[in-house]
């Protein structure tokens, strides 16, 4: 019996092995996307301003702590003046959540870092979660919002609870801002643009979707977690009264894989 696996035969069997074994590797490559949004009524200063955006890190079984340094590191070296993070910290068990934000607190801008919850983050436990934002020096976002000041101007930095699991005040998260202000909403869930009716909204930054996570060509992604299918799948969405920008995030729920939809941190220069 001839046992001679020649180079034709040794190509035939690494090919389905690497398609098979490729969907795991993007799901480890964090890329760094630079956009540049355009907010109603941004005040001068704030021209260029720039805000790193990073969502749904699902600290847990897969996704180790290696992988959210990894993160830290890649959000950090963005140099952006002010950091967002959108929610969903861990995929589900409490022993995530202390290592997740051990981790975190090494973030840092001029600015200061801004927080809102997701649903992984409700059904895992929402009152140690809030409690972790906290105590890491973080602005806890929910339902609230920060004025945001430079050089005599101010725009308002705001957010709201998560849309499956939490309630969302708008009036108290944009507080006394008038049309006449600038304001970027931090929300989870991109599908509560769908209800947002104040035009004092000028951006809303979300996750929430993985982009997908697995996106077939000529299809499109199986499985999105939206009522609205393909639409807040990634990108820029505008809608009649406001836009949203949703990243793909970080990491992954089950699977842990990624087909053509890679994780990204997100770094928005503001216009």
């Known amino acids: 019996m001839n046992l001679r696996l020649t180079r034709r035969k040794f190509l ?7 398609g098979m074994a490729y969907p795991f590797v993007e799901a480890c490559w964090l890329r760094k996307v630079h956009v540049t949004l355009r907010v109603p009524n941004l ?30 590191r890649s959000v950090n070296a963005l140099g952006a003046d002010l950091i967002a993070l959108g929610g969903d910290y861990v995929l589900a068990g409490k022993v995530f959540i202390d290592p997740c934000f051990d981790a ?3 973030l840092n801008a001029p600015h200061g870092v801004f927080a809102v919850l997701g649903n992984h983050d409700h059904w895992t436990d929402p ?10 020096g973080f602005t806890d976002l929910t339902n609230g919002g920060r004025w945001i000041e430079k050089d005599g101007a101010r725009f308002r930095l705001a957010g709201v609870g998560d849309l499956w699991e939490d309630k969302q005040d708008l009036e ?16 989870h869930n991109p599908d509560y643009t769908e209800i947002v009716e104040d ?15 697995v996106v077939l060509p000529f299809y499109g992604a199986p499985l999105v977690p939206s009522a609205y299918g393909q639409k807040y799948l990634h990108g820029l969405v505008k809608t009649p009264v406001t836009q949203v ?3 793909r995030g970080v990491a992954t729920i089950y699977p842990p894989v990624r087909f053509c939809a890679p994780p990204e941190v997100v770094l928005v220069s503001l216009a």
């Open 12 to 18: 035939k069997l690494c090919f389905p092995v690497a």
């Open 43 to 72: 005040p001068d200063p704030f021209k260029g301003f720039k805000i790193a955006f990073a969502a749904d890190l699902h600290h847990g079984p897969v996704t180790g702590i290696g992988f959210i340094r990894k993160t830290v």
């Open 104 to 106: 975190l607190k090494a």
């Open 127 to 136: 009152v140690r979660t809030h409690g972790r934002i906290k105590e890491c």
């Open 172 to 187: 108290a998260a944009l507080g006394e801002a008038t049309e006449e202000d600038a304001c970027i909403l931090l929300s």
């Open 199 to 213: 035009k004092r909204v000028g951006l809303i930054l979300s996750g929430h979707t993985h982009g997908g996570q």
């Open 245 to 247: 920008y949703v990243t």
